[in-house]
């Protein structure tokens, strides 16, 4: 069998070649520098009567930054993929190739409408279960958090009780001051006066007006203290409940796990000394809800490993070009060969009711969206070590490193 030697076609196959790429079911369309259409073929000039596109309109099929990626293109010989436009209810995923020395560029095109259709559906089904894992979080977590706000709850309500009393007895002592006002002002100074004098006196001492001017202030202070208590639970949960992903933003991670502790405090404080050593790293891009998301499930997980009086350690740092956190328990720790399934679907060790399998499976998704990586190490009897590296950059050309990672287990 004869091989010829691959590079520029023979002349012989110009008009093949030429008849293939006019008979291709895929649109293509070839541009010259200045944006003109110079050529359709048969794909492409199917789709301008499907969408009823003037000969004027024919680039609304093709990305709006199209001048920019021709010029691209053009100016370093290079190609242009993963472009994607959309017209009317169909989406077209493009590929442009400049002509080496040329001054034309050819888009190829597919349709992906279905790619995003299923697209769509795969991130509505996610969604779907990082909202489960959530409400699931929050209900294991339900009774540290009643109880952690009937606690400030109930001494508001008790001083609440005292401070209407003493309402009560201040008001029956303006009254009496009141009798005397009236007395002064209508000129008396008889005995009268006197006797509402120390009907005065005896009501203070009956309503215990020093204790009441002492006790005040600080039955309305606490009271103030656990309303704000209540008010910081209840916010924090509302933020972490809520439903889709919210926005991308720059985020202190810092500040991210000081207010998933405030959630998590409930249940870990019976169980184990928190140690917090946060350390001086940058804001990173990312979606902090999703990552409060990650901290819990890895916080709650640390409670369950931990039978009592254990100690979980959060620590952060910088290490160059990314910002690293390691959550670390004395619990009893994951056995080998439980350790290479953790972050599977639906895998859980746990009792009825008291996981879902699904944690740090969207736990180890929601790393990965953010082009970072998760590691642990575990020993049985001595405790868990769970390590999550995030670009500072968000994708990154280091985003993907893998630096210090030792002999860890790495997703």
């Known amino acids: 069998m004869n091989v010829h030697t691959i590079g520029l076609p ?25 944006g003109h259409v110079r050529y359709l073929n048969l794909a492409a000039r199917e789709l301008q009567k499907e969408f009823a596109l003037a000969d004027t309109d024919i680039l609304k099929m093709l990305p709006t930054n199209i001048l920019e990626i021709m010029r691209q293109c053009l100016e370093s010989g290079t190609q242009a993929r993963r472009l994607e436009s959309q017209i009317q209810n169909r989406w077209f995923g493009w590929s442009a190739y400049g002509v080496p020395g040329g001054q034309t560029v050819y888009f190829h095109g597919a349709d992906i409408t279905g790619y995003k259709k299923a697209e769509k559906e795969q991130n509505e089904l996610r969604l779907k279960l990082v909202q489960n894992d959530k409400m699931a979080s929050i209900g294991q977590l339900a009774a540290g958090i009643a109880h952690e706000i009937n ?44 006797a509402a004098l120390a009907g005065v006196y005896d009501t203070k001492a009956q309503e215990e ?19 704000e208590r209540i008010r910081a639970i209840v916010l924090n949960l509302k933020e972490f409940s809520h439903t889709g992903e919210g926005t991308q933003k720059d985020a202190d991670i810092n500040r991210c796990l000081q207010s998933t502790l405030k959630i998590v405090s409930y249940e870990l404080k019976y169980k184990a000394k928190v140690i917090e050593q946060y350390g001086d790293i940058p804001e990173i891009l990312c979606y902090p809800q999703e990552l409060n998301q990650v901290f819990m499930n890895l916080l709650v997980n640390a409670s369950h490993a931990i039978k009592q009086n254990g100690e979980i350690r959060i620590v952060t740092a910088r290490r160059d070009e990314q910002v690293v956190i390691e959550i670390s328990d004395t619990g009893c720790g994951i056995p080998p060969e439980n350790l290479s399934r953790i972050f599977e679907t639906f895998f859980t060790t746990k009792e009825v009711g008291k996981g879902t399998g699904l944690g740090l499976s969207i736990s180890s998704e929601i790393v990965k969206k953010h082009h970072g990586r998760i590691e642990v190490e575990s020993k049985v009897g001595i405790g868990t070590t769970f390590r999550i590296w995030l670009p500072i950059a968000h994708g990154g050309p280091r985003a993907t490193e893998n630096q210090h990672a030792g002999g860890h287990r790495k997703l």
Request: charged share 20%; aromatic share 6%.
């Open 10 to 34: 023979p002349e012989d196959l110009y008009p093949e070649l030429v008849t293939f790429t006019h008979l291709n079911p895929s649109p293509v369309l070839v541009l010259d520098a200045s």
């Open 209 to 227: 007006f020093e204790e009441i001017l002492d006790e005040l202030p600080s039955l309305l202070q606490e009271s103030q203290d656990g309303a």
């Open 151 to 194: 606690n400030p709850l109930s001494f508001v309500v008790l001083n609440l009780n005292h401070i209407s009393n003493y309402g009560r007895g201040l008001l029956s002592i303006v009254e009496q001051y009141d009798k005397v006002a009236t007395l002064i002002k209508a000129g008396s100074m008889s005995t009268e006066v006197e």
